[in-house]
């Protein structure tokens, strides 16, 4: 048996540690405080001068001095806003005395610079440090191939999980039905297998990373951790658990009965006005338009992810060819209209 790549147990002491260094209520101590002065020194001289300006340069570079920082602060188990703050504090004094030089030297006046905006330049690190955040967390397919395969397999079993849970708990404005999930489980053991080498193939990740692919949103996609620590695609997992509910709830329910008894539950609204009549009435014609959809209802999981992940309607349907017998007319002359509900 393949040995996992990420181990829950690796990705929850991950987590822990990064939770524990990014606390905003940090206290430095005299020893902490002298081991980033030192640190701080030894990056200025690999990024020869201001660390700020590393930050704020190309993002792949940037990305490598934060680096730099991140595996500082968990080496030393010292924070990494308190780092940062620091950092920020000593570029300042390093600029003030460049200002000061430039001064007695005659070169500016006083009144042409201004530099003295300490919290201005911590709130533009941070707010960058975001922007690094998010763009490092983008998957490298490429570099990394056997994880993010191992994150698009996580999907499916966390996708899976969720519908099972999600399910237990709806509760829908008219007869209950008992939902059957099955069909839609076994879609999602279809679609794990299908996409099985998708990352580690070569030719077919080339077709990923090159936008020729109907899954290359995963390329852009946020990853998360889940609750039970285990890495998965954020969005596409998302999608998937929606548009997979929403066509086992399609499955289950007679169509015909279900728009009967939402159009009595509407009548009685609007001869017995309460405060809320209103918003019932409205949800109950939208639960009615869902459930008119039941004849598509296996075009509908590929309605969802397009809305979603901002796929095209080709893309979708290519999607849809890959996994399950389509009628492509059908499919595009149906797409537009089918009324979706987050579930």
Same mark, same amino acid.
Request: hydrophobic share 35%; with cysteine; aromatic share 10%.
């Given at each position: ?37 030192? %640190? ?8 020869? $001068? ?64 201004? +530099? ?9 690190? #941070? ?5 690094? #955040? ?53 879609? +999602? ?5 299908? %996409? ?13 990373? $090159?936008? *020729? ?26 999608? /998937?658990?929606?548009? =997979?509910?929403?066509?086992?709830? +399609? /499955? ?19 001869? %017995? ?9 409205? =949800? ?5 338009? #869902? ?6 209802? *296996? =075009? ?42 987050? #579930?």
């Amino acid at each position: 048996m393949k040995k996992k790549i990420t181990t829950p147990e690796k990705i929850k002491a991950y987590k822990e540690k990064m939770d524990e260094l990014t606390k905003t209520d940090y206290e430095l101590t005299d020893e902490q405080i002298k081991l980033i002065v030192d %640190f701080i020194e030894v990056l200025r001289a690999k990024n020869n $001068g201001l660390i700020f300006d590393s930050i704020f340069t190309e993002d792949e570079k940037a990305v490598n001095t934060l680096n730099d920082i991140f595996i500082f602060c968990m080496r030393k188990d010292i924070s990494l806003e308190g780092t940062l703050s620091l950092l920020v504090h000593w570029d300042v004094i390093v600029m003030k005395r460049i200002r000061e030089k430039l001064i007695s030297d005659g070169i500016i006046n006083v009144e042409d610079t201004h +530099l003295e905006y300490e919290h201005d330049m911590e709130k533009e690190l #941070f707010d960058r440090i975001h922007e690094l #955040f998010e763009y490092s967390f983008r998957p490298k397919l490429n570099k990394y191939s056997d994880l993010y395969q191992e994150v698009l397999n996580n999907s499916y079993d966390e996708a899976i999980k969720r519908i099972n849970n999600k399910i237990n708990d709806i509760h829908l404005p008219f007869n209950q039905y008992k939902i059957n999930q099955s069909e839609v489980i076994e879609n +999602l053991e279809h679609e794990k297998n299908t %996409f099985n080498d998708l990352i580690t193939n070569n030719m077919k990740r080339s077709k990923l990373i $090159g936008n *020729n692919h109907f899954l290359s949103h995963l390329v852009n996609d946020d990853i998360e951790i889940t609750d039970d620590y285990n890495i998965v695609f954020k969005g596409h997992t998302e999608s /998937l658990v929606i548009g =997979y509910t929403s066509k086992a709830i +399609l /499955l289950s329910i007679d169509k015909n009965i279900v728009i009967r008894e939402l159009k009595t539950k509407i009548k009685i609204l609007t001869d %017995f006005r309460q405060e809320e009549s209103d918003i019932l009435i409205e =949800y109950s014609k939208t639960l009615i338009e #869902f459930a008119q959809t039941k004849r598509y209802a *296996n =075009y509908i999981p590929f309605k969802i992810i397009a809305k979603r992940m901002n796929l095209t309607k080709n893309v979708a349907k290519n999607y849809a060819k890959a996994l399950i017998q389509i009628n492509e007319k059908s499919f595009k002359d149906r797409f537009d209209e089918l009324n979706t509900l987050e #579930f």
